[in-house]
């Protein structure tokens, strides 16, 4: 059904029957899933994400697969769909953040949207000085 290597775009829920979570490297039983558990969930976050977990269980050296243990039924949604109806999972991300900042409690949602929208990203290199007060 799914393999951690490859890099679809494809989030899926177990609607009905049940599925094995194996270790891709040794073929080993990580866990057994059944309706409700989801995998692929990284996909969600674009080409530039980590590979996928399940999350059902820790990554294995060579990756993990989903294999049916009979007929299957999930729901799935594609990237393009979660981005068009929820924007990027970046913005989400930093939407969340911004709700566990003391200072910004008092601001409502639609405000820390806003904030979230103009919010970028900044690296800083090991050892750089990235504040400094006063």
């Not at 194996?22 to 590979?51: I, T, Y």
Request: with cysteine; proline share 4%; charged share 20%.
């Amino acid at each position: 059904v799914w393999a951690e290597k490859d890099r679809g775009d494809l989030f899926y829920i177990i609607k009905e029957g049940t599925a094995t979570l194996k270790d891709a490297g040794n073929n080993a039983v990580v866990s057994k899933l059944g309706p409700g558990a989801h995998f692929g969930q990284q996909s969600l976050l674009g080409s530039g994400s980590s590979p996928n977990v399940s999350s059902s269980g820790g990554k294995g050296s060579a990756g993990q697969m989903v294999i049916a243990d009979g007929p299957l039924l999930c729901c799935v949604m594609r990237r393009a769909d979660f981005e068009r109806l929820l924007g990027p999972y970046e913005e989400l991300w930093r939407y969340e953040a911004l709700r566990k900042v003391p200072i910004l409690f008092p601001l409502s949602d639609r405000q820390l949207w806003q904030l979230a929208r103009v919010l970028v990203s900044k690296s800083c290199m090991k050892g750089e000085m990235v504040f400094r007060q006063g």
